[in-house]
T-cell receptor
């Protein structure tokens, strides 16, 4: 399976600010995804990061709040914009080397917004 | 609609006991995939197993075994002779063959006491 890293691993931020989370894979992958896991909750898909085009967002998530980039087949970023305490969560990226195959997850970014 | 239900929110056992984690799913797809992931306190999501809808063979891997029954739409996970290191949150997930989206259950927190 691919080796996935995320930066930062954790951060504490002030409300109203923005944070960009990076996801790096050690090999080219077809699909990259971003998930949010609120405290004590399950994982919710935010969006599919599409290489070279705009991300595909799930219901309840919008580009202005969670802009995503994917400039190539090994890298993606998720920005959490204008943060509020409700954005405190673990953010995880995942990859599929082939569409429809197993998703492997990065170590996650723990975000606390004060 | 696609749905995964893990009715057990928390389970507590004593080391060396066997424990079964239940997972029931709903889908109208004829092709789909089922997964189990483990999330230890560190937060990383660890892939355990993938099963496709056409393969109902049970699987055993060391102390872990999985029972897939399409007739009851269940994909249960048993840990034999549990160990303290098995303490984690376990997620069952369903990948739709049509949408390509991974849908998670609410997770079961397993605590194994020494």
């Amino acid at each position: 399976s691919a080796v996935i890293s995320q930066k930062p691993s954790r951060d504490i931020c002030q409300r109203g600010t923005s944070l960009t989370i990076q996801c790096q894979v050690d090999s080219q992958v077809t699909m990259m995804f971003w998930y949010r896991q609120q405290p004590g909750q399950s994982l919710t898909l935010i969006a599919t990061a599409n290489q070279g085009s705009e991300a595909t967002y799930e219901s309840g998530f919008v580009i202005d709040k969670f802009p995503i980039s994917r400039p190539n087949l090994t890298f993606s970023t998720l920005t959490v914009s204008n943060m509020s305490p409700e954005d405190s969560s673990i953010y995880l990226c995942s990859v599929e080397q082939v569409a429809g195959e197993t998703q492997y997850f990065g170590p996650g970014t723990r975000l606390l917004v004060l | 609609a696609q749905k995964v239900t893990q009715a057990q929110t928390e389970i507590s056992v004593v080391e060396k006991e066997d424990v079964t984690l239940d997972c029931v799913y709903e889908t109208r797809d004829t092709t789909y995939y089922l997964f189990w992931y483990k999330q230890p306190p560190s937060g990383e999501l660890v892939f355990l197993i993938r099963r496709n809808s056409f393969d109902e063979q049970n699987e055993i891997s060391g102390r872990y075994s999985w029972n897939f029954q399409k007739s009851t739409s269940s994909f249960n996970f048993t840990i034999t002779a549990s160990q303290v290191v098995d303490s984690a949150v376990y997620f069952c997930a369903l990948l739709s063959g049509n949408t390509g989206k991974l849908i998670f259950g609410q997770g079961t927190t397993l605590q194994v006491k020494p």
